[in-house]
């Protein structure tokens, strides 16, 4: 088992898995976004952006800078966590963080000016849809960065490891 999953840290398989997935979340908030009219807020669109990077750091492993990418998709995975947290506790009422319309990008990354299709924040935060099993979207996005997160933090851990 530990030499399979050594080998799954040094291959592509990972990086492909997170590339497909990547696209799949992409593709999943605009479809609820445009298809069901259910408009983001300011912590969906962090979350839209953490997907976006997490996509591009499974292109660096595909590229073969595996360890370099190993690394990043952690960080990224706690960044997405930690803004799936924030979602989930504002929805189930835990906190009450100011959540504004502005996006908080740097003056030099208006990604909401260059993409607004993509990154527009078109609602305050308060509550994510229910997807099919009745699950809502925090909840979802929560225990799949979390799940990721430990596979993550794994791989990364046995890229280390020496080939038996």
């Not at 291959?11 to 593709?27: K, Q």
């Amino acid at each position: 088992m530990i030499e399979t999953l050594t080998r799954i840290s040094r291959g592509r398989a990972w990086w492909v898995f997170l590339l497909l997935l990547g696209l799949l979340l992409e593709a999943t908030a605009l479809y609820y976004q445009y298809g069901l009219d259910e408009p983001p807020c300011v912590l969906c669109i962090h979350v839209r952006i953490g997907v976006l990077l997490l996509t591009a750091v499974a292109l660096l492993g595909l590229a073969g800078g595996r360890r370099l990418a190993h690394l990043l998709n952690l960080a990224v995975l706690a960044w997405l966590i930690e803004r799936s947290w924030q979602l989930l506790a504002i929805e189930r009422g835990w906190t009450f963080g100011e959540c504004d319309m502005l996006l908080g990008t740097p003056d030099w990354l208006p990604l909401d000016r260059w993409l607004p299709w993509l990154f527009e924040v078109k609602t305050a935060c308060g509550y994510t849809p229910l997807l099919p099993g009745g699950v809502s979207m925090a909840e979802a996005l929560m225990g799949l960065f979390s799940l990721l997160g430990l596979a993550a933090l794994l791989l990364f851990a046995l890229s280390w490891r020496k080939p038996a």
